[in-house]
């Protein structure tokens, strides 16, 4: 698709400079509208931005030395160095405008002597490469924002489901470093993370500028607010890989539940990404969430020692941020954990423990 908008923007950018500027050569336009276009998802509009400040202050500041210094090889170097730390000054180490600001420092220095008045040019380019760049992605060619999400977010629901059965796995087969490579791969999610985060600016960025997107915003606020509980159950399920792998070292008692609830937590994370592609309320995740505490409850009731409390409380834990992200309140989540427990402990007291 990037490569689709980024064609088709330079194609657009070129037949407006020269069937409606009359330029016979654009050459700006195109360029701009597609450094546009590859800028990172949820950046386009800051890129542009970027991109207009960047060609103005090259301008500035090359028209100002070239008028005091001249032309050669020597100020060619001194005005692109100079353009360059003026714009790092002023705008920090962003990409677009210390490139946009050298680059026009070098076409104004070398094509100066020969070629006069080029400013107004490059100025008019920029800017109809960076609105053209803009139109596209908005109106003409729009990507999808949850198509965009699940693909960023499918390795992160994979890996926090792969990793909490294989919790469930190592307790019950009472398999210490089972749990401890758990946690070792919990903390290497940081670039999958970072990635996620960069697909919503991208999706939110897509609602917020193009209208045919615009009836998918409330999918992805939900998705947003989703992502920010899941990093919580991430966090909870290290505490979890850790509290086990510390269960069995000391070699305390694991009921079956306790594999069992873990395992139903997996099923409640992967079932809640189905249910956010297809856009539904995620009452069966809910569902298999309780099942999960349920089944910690139980744990409970039939003998746990200190790190196997632990688990189940971080179970419990884990569980609540998963209501959340499914959309629940925090109060309603919490009143859901606690029913949940009781439940469980309950259904071990009326006869359970004799099973």
Not at 73 to 95: E, N, P
Not at 143 to 172: K, T, V
Request: glycine content about 10%; overall charge neutral.
């Amino acid at each position: 698709m990037i490569s689709l908008q980024a064609g088709f923007a330079a194609a657009l950018a070129w037949w407006i400079g020269h069937n409606v500027l009359g330029n016979p050569a654009p050459v700006f336009a195109p360029s701009a509208a597609v450094g546009t276009i590859v800028a990172a998802l949820g950046q386009r509009a800051r890129r542009t931005a970027e991109l207009l400040l960047g060609v103005g202050l090259g301008i500035a500041v090359t028209d100002f030395l070239l008028a005091v210094l001249g032309t050669g090889f020597w100020q060619t170097g001194a005005v692109v160095a100079c353009a360059i730390l003026a714009t790092l000054m002023l705008f920090g180490r962003s990409g677009s405008a210390v490139g946009q600001a050298g680059g026009t420092a070098v076409l104004l220095a070398t094509l100066a002597p020969v070629q006069k008045d080029l400013e107004w040019p490059r100025i008019v380019e920029a800017t109809l490469g960076g609105v053209v760049g803009l139109v596209v992605v908005a109106l003409l060619l729009p990507i999808n924002p949850m198509r965009i999400l699940d693909r960023d977010a499918a390795p992160i629901y994979q890996c926090l489901a792969g990793q909490l059965r294989e919790i469930s796995a190592a307790l019950a087969t009472h398999d210490q470093q089972r749990a401890v490579r758990v946690l070792d791969t919990l903390r290497g999610m940081g670039a999958d993370l970072d990635r996620l985060h960069q697909a919503i600016g991208g999706a939110q960025e897509v609602v917020s500028l193009a209208p045919a997107r615009w009836r998918r915003r409330q999918d992805v606020e939900r998705f947003a607010s989703a992502t920010v509980y899941l990093e919580r159950v991430i966090e909870h399920s290290r505490g979890l890989a850790r509290r086990s792998a510390m269960a069995l070292q000391y070699d305390e008692p694991v009921p079956a539940d306790l594999p069992t609830g873990v395992g139903r937590l997996a099923d409640a994370v992967e079932l809640l990404r189905r249910e956010h592609r297809a856009g539904s309320v995620a009452e069966r995740t809910q569902q298999k969430i309780r099942e999960a505490v349920q089944d910690g409850g139980r744990a409970q009731a039939r003998g746990v020692s200190d790190f196997g409390a632990a688990v189940v409380t971080q179970l419990r834990t884990a569980a609540s941020d998963l209501l959340r992200a499914t959309g629940c309140d925090p109060t309603s989540a919490n009143q859901q954990v606690r029913s949940a427990i009781r439940h469980g402990e309950d259904s071990v007291g009326a006869g359970g423990a004799s099973e």
